[in-house]
């Protein structure tokens, strides 16, 4: 009872020690953890890849399409162009008018003033001035122009690009789902190989190495409707064998479950390298 | 394969299986229980070797047996008592009574002494070694444990491998690393259990082997008295 007693301080304290310890242990492995996380978005690499073959193969065609984008638009400039040419002869000859008609005051003023030469040159200025004043105006024209021409290229760039881009993403998914569909159709492929290696059975005559190439032609149930040899292994009995297996194997219940269209591409007709592994000699 | 699913330590134990989650929690109880009697065995044996050396001072500097004898009265009916002076205690509290009665014969009177030390001494090793029982078989037993739980998990990963076409190491990977938790935690309890006992029970091995002598030190000095006195 005494020992009890004094025992229990010391025991408390332990108590505390070892859960401190636990608690700060588990603390530290999961913010460790935490810290860690960053680094592990590297899954991904695969799709960057992808990505980035796509690109390089879209990147040369890009160029192409925008050298010819840019020749219809210079017919653009060039017609804006000629417009503002005939705008501007428009405007000349009614400034052509107006001299006239200042000459012809002029021409009062003569015979009103005494001091026409003053005068006429007086106009002349005014007249200079107008046509300085056009002229600037013309300019900033032109400008305002040119700028509305280039916002309209960018834009059209930029759209372009863009089409660009989506066009590339929609290649880039129908390559995956091709590699995916690739993929599965292989895995098929060896469970078929598998199947047929359990249904197969050796001629004495067969040896290491040999191999023949069999047309498997299937139905969407998996049923085999026909087999024939492609290349031969030189061994008869070998091949006989092999065909054997395919008909004795009758169906693959699998192949109900491969979507159709990679079905028809792959299976329909099946090429398969019979290449039993199993062979000691 | 999730790209969005993180490994984190916690996501790793609460998508175990409900036994590897069990023996997570027992490893984990095993690891907190057995840190308990580490600290507790740790700071009793250091307070018994520095009791022992201090009081290996005192009785060798010439005191007499009776004070010492006296000091000790008021810790002893406290409770705090500890070590050599227990049974220094036993053996001079038998002396003394068997010397009082006349009749006693001086053999009788020394194995009587004798008998009482043997008795403190044996309860001191209980005291000193206590608990290390324990550790030693969280020691040995932990890591069994956490690879039971390892080879369970693993079995379920591969089950669940069987029903996909495509194996890949993304399908299995999730399922190995979550089942390795509980080999990671038993070695992690087995592994300061398995110090802790070797270091605990070597010390309490010298520090028996050190009582021992002072309890025949201590005899040889009662025979020498008692021999004496007769003289």
């Known amino acids: 009872m005494a020992f009890l007693l004094k025992a229990k301080p010391t025991l408390a304290v332990s108590i505390v020690a070892s859960l401190v310890l636990h608690a700060g242990l588990i603390a ?52 804006r162009q000629q417009e503002e040419k005939a705008a501007q002869e428009k405007k000349q000859q009614a400034k052509a008018a107006e001299q006239k008609r200042q000459k012809e005051l002029e021409d009062k003023r003569k015979k009103d003033e005494a001091k026409k030469i003053a005068d006429a040159k007086r106009k002349k200025e005014e007249a200079e001035q107008a046509k300085k004043l056009e002229a600037a105006e013309e300019k900033k024209r032109q400008q305002a122009l040119v700028e509305e021409l280039d916002r309209i290229e ?44 359990q249904f197969w ?3 004495p005559s067969a040896r290491t190495g040999m191999r023949c190439e069999l047309l498997i032609k299937l139905v969407p149930t998996g049923r085999v409707v026909n087999v024939s040899i492609i290349s031969s292994s030189g061994n008869s009995a070998f091949d006989r064998s092999a065909e054997q297996a395919v008909l004795k194997a009758e169906q693959f219940r699998e192949l109900q479950n491969v979507k159709p269209e990679v079905f028809e591409r792959y299976f329909r007709e099946l090429r398969l390298v019979f290449d039993p592994q199993d062979l000691r000699l | 394969m999730q790209p969005g699913e993180s490994l984190s330590l916690w996501s790793l ?12 929690l027992v490893l984990l109880l095993a690891s907190v229980v057995s840190w308990v009697m580490i600290v507790n065995r740790g700071i009793y044996q250091n307070r018994a070797a520095k009791l022992y050396n201090d009081f290996e001072k005192q009785f060798w ?79 040995s037993v932990s890591p069994y444990i956490g690879l039971f739980g390892t080879v369970w998990g693993i079995m379920s990963s591969f089950r669940g491998l069987a029903n996909v076409h495509q194996a890949t190491l993304a399908t299995v990977a999730p399922g190995i690393s979550e089942a390795l938790v509980a080999t990671a935690m038993g070695l992690f309890a087995a592994i300061p259990a398995v110090l802790a006992y070797n270091r605990y029970s070597a010390r309490a091995e010298s520090l028996l082997a050190n009582y021992e002598t002072f309890a025949e030190e201590l005899s040889s000095f009662f025979h020498r008295k008692l021999h004496s006195g007769q003289a």
Request: proline letters at 5%; hydrophobic letters at 40%.
């Open chain 1, 28 to 79: 530290f492995l999961f913010f460790g953890v935490q810290q860690a996380k960053p680094p592990e978005p590297k899954k991904t690499p695969k799709f960057v890849q992808a990505k980035l073959v796509e690109l390089k193969q879209t990147a040369p065609e890009q160029a192409p399409k925008q050298s010819t984008e840019n020749t219809p638009r210079k017919i653009d400039l060039t017609k």
């Open chain 1, 154 to 197: 960018k834009e059209r760039l930029e759209k372009q690009l863009a089409e660009e881009a989506a066009a590339a993403e929609a290649a880039e998914k129908a390559l995956l789902a091709e590699q995916q569909a690739e993929a599965t159709a292989q895995s098929y492929v060896a469970l078929i190989a598998s199947r047929i290696e």
């Open chain 1, 201 to 203: 059975s050796r001629p």
């Open chain 2, 13 to 24: 134990i609460s998508q175990a299986s409900l036994l590897v989650q069990l023996v997570m």
């Open chain 2, 61 to 139: 500097s010439g005191i007499d047996l009776t004070q010492l004898y006296k000091q000790g009265n008021n810790r002893a009916s406290s409770g705090i008592l500890d070590g050599v002076e227990n049974i220094f205690r036993a053996g001079f509290k038998e002396f003394s009574r068997l010397r009082q009665q006349s009749s006693v014969e001086p053999e009788v009177v020394m194995q009587g002494t004798e008998r009482a030390m043997r008795v403190a001494l044996a309860r001191e090793e209980e005291k000193l070694e206590a608990n290390l029982s324990f550790l030693a078989s969280v020691a």
